[in-house]
């Protein structure tokens, strides 16, 4: 592979890195997880994704979490 593809990738394992660190799971493996899965059920957009996350680590107006 060629050096842009390689620093392309390099980037793209950073940002999932860090992603995971702030406790943010990737969009990108859950859309494949769902994909191969469950091929019969809807995959969420990214937004729904990310609200979701949210949702479940810090609560939500509905459902808030004290600590």
Known sequence: AGLIAR???A????AQT???A???PDYENYVRHRRAAHPDQAVMSYAEFFRERQDARYG???NPRCC
């Open 60 to 62: 939500s107006a509905a």
């Open 7 to 9: 620093l392309h990738a």
């Open 18 to 20: 860090a992603n995971l």
């Open 11 to 14: 980037w793209k394992k950073a």
């Open 22 to 24: 702030v406790g943010m």
